[in-house]
């Protein structure tokens, strides 16, 4: 893909928009009710949205499909484009991937996986902006205390993104 693409596809939570450039995957919604709030949501975020392709998608869109009906993925075959990201938040969301399905990790242990063990709340804004979930899972990352913390979508669907995951919480 030279220019960006995108793609918009159904899943077991709801519609997904995807966003794609030669680099890789550069964006993806969280799930939302209809195809056009997720093409709204990806829209407002990049400015733009290229040629539609699913087909550029399709390995992704299968793992998306496997994740949401709670199959274990491996999402670690999926290149993402993090040109122009913060260096900071790309070591946090790098670091994030390795966190193993059906288990959490506080801010502050996160912060200290990527040497910065006083950054909590660093890492919760680069959690915030994370434009790749579920393949960076931020929805992994859980306040000290064992509660939820905060979640882009809501923490119902945090805690049920978690217990597809095998996660109880």
């Not at 056009?36 to 829209?43: C, D, G, N, Y």
């Not at 992704?60 to 900071?88: C, K, N, T």
């Not at 040497?115 to 899972?137: E, L």
Request: include cysteine.
């Amino acid at each position: 893909m030279t220019q960006p693409r995108h793609a918009v596809v159904e899943t077991p939570l709801g519609w997904v928009a995807l966003l794609g450039t030669e680099r890789g995957l550069r964006h993806l919604t969280l799930p939302k009710p209809t195809p056009h709030e997720a093409l709204s949501q990806l829209l407002l975020e990049e400015g733009e949205l290229g040629e539609e392709c699913p087909s550029c998608f399709t390995p992704v869109i299968e793992l998306l499909q496997a994740f949401y009906r709670g199959e274990p993925v491996d999402f670690s075959s999926v290149v993402l484009d993090m040109d122009g990201r913060p260096p900071f938040y790309r070591r946090v969301w790098e670091a994030l991937r390795e966190i193993p399905r059906g288990t959490t990790i506080t801010y502050g242990e996160l912060a200290a996986r990527v040497g910065r063990p006083r950054a909590a709340r660093a890492v919760g804004q680069a959690m915030a902006a994370n434009p790749y979930p579920p393949i960076v899972p931020c929805h992994r990352v859980i306040a000290h205390n064992g509660g939820l913390g905060g979640f882009g979508g809501g923490l119902d669907l945090k805690a049920r993104l978690l217990a597809l995951e095998g996660f109880p919480h």
